[in-house]
């Protein structure tokens, strides 16, 4: 197993990173509510199913680095140490441990049951986390640096401390979604110029870094996330008439296996747990579909809360969607799938 102080000691930053209890989520007829004044850009469950985290602010200017964790009782644990907006968060199913990417250029790492953390210093603002199944590493993937600098994507080895992977993006790029093969063999990237000319989904071999296959889009078709199931990668993306559709493409070749219209908007969010694919928008709609053919299982009305993050638990029990308009989490129950 990793260890978490040795880790601290290679890459910490040295700024305090604390982690301390938030004030308790609402219980409403619908479910836990956690209040959070920025929209939710980032949810994530972890593996066991005992708490949600929630990344806010993203690029917002003023947007506080405060991040949260709440359980499945309303418990929340505040956690302090950005100093700028949060994009992503992910939890490790071996270890627990919490990544959440910063706009301040910072990678946080934070052991919850010690309730400690720190930093480790990027050269840009990170946009997306991801941690493998097969390898104790740490996907992530930056977002547009200041002119005359490059993206990357890159990953941590939490095993050895060090970093086997780093893969730059052509000048004025960013990746929008990020995913991880089970076996950590491969990553699949959203991929967007900036002037929105070159849009595309790559997936490039690890660690070697050689490209496995592209997928070219059209300009106006943007890619807003992706998970590696067992049916294949799963893709969210919008085009430019506004309509969301949801597909799944071949892991070894990208090839379209299936899609599915979900909506009209422009930005979503999306997530997998096992057979069941949760996409939200800024429509305020959830809807669940089932993988491998995208055939729709449920549609439910988020009484009109937009957002651009979803999060499925692990047994597919619950979903917690955070809004895009400031209200917050909510984590709500499902029925048996």
Known sequence: MPDFG???????????????????????????HLPCDAPVLGVAWSADGR???LACGGRIAGASGTVWVVDRAGATLRLEGHTAGTHGVAFDPETGWL???????????????????????????????????????????????????????GILDLGTGGRPWRH??????????LAVAPDATRVAFGVLR??????????????????????????????????????????????????RRLRVLDPRTGVERAAARVGESVMGGLDVAGDLAASVSSEGVLVLCRLP?????????????????????????AVAVGAADGRGLLVRALSPP
């Open 293 to 317: 053919d995208l055939s729709e299982v449920a549609r439910v009305d988020l009484d009109g809360t937009p957002s651009m993050a979803v999060a499925l638990a692990p047994d597919r029990t």
């Open 194 to 243: 900036w002037d929105g000319a070159i849009n595309r989904t790559c997936c490039r071999e690890t660690p070697s870094g050689r490209p496995a296959w592209r997928r070219e889009l059209s300009p106006e078709t943007l890619v807003h996330d992706l998970r590696w199931s067992g049916a294949g990668v799963v893709q969210s993306d919008s085009d430019g008439h506004g309509v």
């Open 6 to 32: 040795v880790l601290q000691e290679r890459w910490g930053t040295g700024a305090d990173f604390e982690v301390g209890p938030g004030p308790a989520a609402s219980v409403q007829s619908e479910g836990l």
């Open 168 to 177: 730059p993006l052509p000048p004025e790029h960013l990746a929008t979604a």
């Open 99 to 153: 990544a959440t990417a910063g706009h301040d250029g910072v990678l946080g790492l934070w052991d919850l049951d010690a309730r400690r953390g720190f930093g480790v210093r990027g050269e840009v603002a990170v946009h997306r986390v991801a941690f493998t199944h097969a390898r104790p590493w740490l996907a992530y993937a930056e977002e547009l640096p200041a002119q005359g600098e490059r993206a990357a994507l």
């Open 51 to 53: 708490r949600v985290a």
